[in-house]
């Protein structure tokens, strides 16, 4: 676990912890967790980057890095990702966690869709793949 949390933490980040590892402040106890899409986390972040402006703050060098990562990867407004996912979650074969990735990747293939699922115990028809893809599209 806490090794796999730290990788994934753009997809499973929780906006308390995302707010207090930006702010510099020490966690003592998670009081509650919610995952949130690679958007969201860019929405964050810019609130992040506009306070410290505001406040003639200087930004961590890694504060910089996720701002600079968040816009160049985030694919979509925060409210379509969480819309999205949303919609993802209605179909069958859907986990959660599915939901977000293809959220914050936003596949325009079947290929790259394949990619998500390249884990999974099953597959998904070409069929399924492509209302997926189908999906993404309408979001973007």
Do not use: C
Not at 36 to 63: C, G
Not at 73 to 88: C, N
């Amino acid at each position: 676990g806490q090794d796999r949390h730290r990788k994934t933490a753009t997809s499973k980040s929780t906006k308390v912890n995302l707010w207090n590892q930006v702010t510099g402040m020490k966690v003592k106890a998670v009081l509650s967790e919610e995952r949130v899409t690679l958007p969201e986390v860019r929405e964050v972040l810019a609130q992040v980057e506009a306070e410290r402006i505001a406040s003639e703050k200087e930004m961590s060098y890694e504060l910089r890095k996720s701002i600079e990562h968040a816009n160049q990867t985030s694919k979509m407004p925060a409210d379509k990702s969480r819309e999205l996912v949303k919609e993802l979650l209605t179909l069958e074969k859907m986990k959660p966690d599915i939901a977000y990735r293809i959220a914050n990747t936003a596949p325009r293939s079947r290929d790259e869709l394949r990619a998500i699922y390249a884990k999974e115990r099953f597959s998904l028809t070409g069929e399924e793949l492509d209302a997926i893809v189908g999906i993404v599209q309408n979001y973007l």
